[in-house]
Nanobody, 116 residues
Framework: QVQLVESGGEVVQPGGSLRLSCAAS????????MFWYRQAPEKERELVAT????????NIPESVSGRFAVSRDDSQNTVYLQMNSLKPEDTAVYYC?????????WSRGTQVTVSS
């Protein structure tokens, strides 16, 4: 059974950093494209970053370019989202996502709040 379990969300001051983790079970993250999404209050869920099976990474919104970085530890079967220079507009619930054999898998989400 595939599961994605997130951790790392918390309240942080503007300019601070957080690292989110997404631990997978039931499949190997190294064999899949892994996605990070976020959803701010009253906004649509948006794609934030991806990492391919080959390890190629992409940040999607211009607003996170240079501040967010996605990485992967195959030995831990875990994907990370390092978030630096956080801004209040980064406040959202963050999710990891993957496809496996035609089925979507979402984590439960972790709340990141950027506030002074």
């Amino acid at each position: 059974q595939v599961q994605l379990v997130e951790s790392g969300g918390e309240v942080v001051q503007p300019g601070g950093s957080l690292r989110l983790s997404c631990a997978a079970s039931g499949f190997s993250v190294s064999d899949h494209v892994m996605f990070w999404y976020r959803q701010a209050p009253e906004k649509e869920r948006e794609l934030v970053a991806t990492i391919t099976a080959a390890g190629e990474t992409t940040n999607i919104p211009e607003s996170v370019s240079g501040r967010f970085a996605v990485s992967r530890d195959d030995s831990q079967n875990t994907v990370y989202l390092q978030m630096n220079s956080l801004k209040p507009e980064d406040t959202a619930v963050y999710y990891c996502f993957a496809w496996d054999r035609g089925t979507e898998y979402w984590s439960r989400g972790t709340q990141v709040t950027v506030s002074s």
